[in-house]
C-alpha cells in the first residue's frame, strides 16, 4: 500500500539533557526533542514524537521513535539520521493497530525550503 500527502510542525521543545535550551548551549551536546506532526492527505492525524540528538562539530546525529494516531488506527515509525548541510535518513514503519495493525515498511519525508514538506508510506499489513 501507498499513502502520500503533507506533514507539518506543530510544536518542537528541545532541551539538552540536563535540562537547558538547546540553544543555550553552543558546541557538542545531547539533546532530546518533544515534536508534534500534523499529517494530511492519504493518512490524516497527528503524531508523537521523541528524538534523540548528539550535536557534533558538523553534524547532528539522530534517532527517534513516532507514534502516528489516525481515525482508522495507528503507525509506528523509527527514525535514524543526521543533519549536515539538509536532512538525511531513514525512516522504517515497525507497527501499527487498527486498519495498519502490524504494518512494516518504509517512509520518506521531504522538506522543502519554505518549510513545508510532503510524505510518502509504503507499507504492508
Known amino acids: 500500500m501507498k499513502a502520500t500527502g503533507t506533514i507539518e510542525v506543530k510544536s518542537w521543545d528541545e532541551n539538552t539533557w540536563d535540562g537547558r535550551s538547546y540553544k543555550e548551549v553552543e558546541g557538542?551536546?545531547?539533546?532530546?526533542?518533544?515534536?508534534?506532526?500534523?499529517?494530511?492527505?492519504?493518512?490524516?492525524?497527528?503524531?508523537?514524537?521523541?528524538?534523540?540528538?548528539?550535536?557534533?562539530?558538523?553534524?547532528?546525529?539522530t534517532t527517534a521513535l513516532?507514534?502516528?494516531?489516525?481515525?482508522?488506527?495507528?503507525?509506528?515509525?523509527?527514525?535514524?539520521?543526521?543533519?549536515?548541510?539538509?536532512?538525511?535518513?531513514?525512516?522504517?514503519?515497525?507497527?501499527?493497530?487498527?486498519?495498519?495493525?502490524?504494518?512494516?515498511g518504509a517512509a520518506t519525508v521531504v522538506w522543502a525550503e519554505d518549510g513545508s514538506s510532503t510524505y510518502t508510506l509504503e507499507y504492508e499489513v
Open 28 to 61: 557538542r551536546k545531547l539533546t532530546e526533542a518533544h515534536v508534534s506532526f500534523s499529517y494530511t492527505g492519504d493518512i490524516s492525524g497527528v503524531s508523537q514524537c521523541r528524538y534523540l540528538m548528539y550535536y557534533s562539530d558538523d553534524v547532528a546525529w
Open 66 to 104: 513516532e507514534e502516528i494516531t489516525a481515525d482508522d488506527g495507528t503507525l509506528v515509525l523509527r527514525h535514524v539520521g543526521a543533519y549536515r548541510t539538509g536532512v538525511e535518513g531513514v525512516i522504517e514503519i515497525v507497527d501499527g493497530t487498527g486498519k495498519y495493525a502490524g504494518a512494516k
